[in-house]
């Protein structure tokens, strides 16, 4: 997809998906699964240049001319699993069993699931593997491309400045990072917990690229961030996106209290005609 309009229709409607079944599980991130899924859904169904943003074939996951994924910020899974059982990765059966004991889909992105990449729940951890990833892609001379997408308050993570000096001194230009700066964590604005502003400097210090978006639910800005990241060469590439945490869910966004919350019933029966209202 190309029109902006397509994309955010096909976004609202991941966001309905991601929802339904973290409510039908109790249990999940509502708010940093909403904020992400306009990057999401720019990497899976964007297009730059008339050609896809990312390379993958459901049928084939793991398909050696493959671009890689890996969501840092594993607690976002419910975005993710949205996004991948829509392209057909599996059944989309399997969202009405999130969380369940012996389903496939777990809290955080597990290897088993088709489309997985790496297992991520750690902060922090999954930036270094995309690199490690990244880095090893180089040194085969292949032409894959390594996306992966970290929180803001996952950059409070020590293991993050490691990858981000590391990527920069082995000029990883294979390597496009997006941050989800939707300005809150668990216990409240990542400005109060511990702030990581400046964002955008601190990365350019470490020898990056960086890209601000503004709005990172504007996919033209999304789309021209990621056409200009993609002709970068001799450094990474980190993509900093202002996002609203719980976006689409009015009572939910910018509200640290829905971070890991499911919707109750009656929330659920307010913010899915709401979303639905949203359809162009």
Known sequence: ???????????????????????????????????????????????VNGRPVMK????????????????????????LYAVLADLGFFDKSELDYLRQVNAMLQGHPVLKIPGVTMTTGSLGQGFAAAHGLALAL?????KNRVFTL???GELQEGIVWETAMSAAHFKSDNLIAFIDNNELQIDGFTRSVMNVEPITDKFESFGWKVIPVKNGHDFDELLDAIDRALITTRKPVAIVC???????????????????????????????????????
């Open 150 to 152: 970290l929180g803001d």
């Open 138 to 142: 180089k040194m085969d001379r292949a």
């Open 56 to 79: 993958y074939d459901p049928h084939k996951p793991g398909w050696e001319g493959q671009d890689y994924f890996i969501m840092s910020k594993g607690h976002a899974a419910p975005a």
């Open 1 to 47: 997809m190309k029109d902006p309009r397509e994309l955010h229709n096909k976004a609202t409607q991941l966001r309905i998906e991601c929802l339904k079944c973290i409510h039908k599980a109790n249990s999940g991130h509502t708010g940093g699964s909403l904020s992400a899924m306009d990057i999401l859904t720019a990497l899976y169904y964007g297009e």
């Open 242 to 280: 202002s996002t609203v945490k719980g976006k689409g869910v009015t009572f939910a966004e910018r509200n640290a209290s829905y971070h890991g919350v499911a919707l109750s019933k009656e929330e659920m029966e307010e913010a899915i005609p709401a979303l639905e209202r949203q359809i162009l």
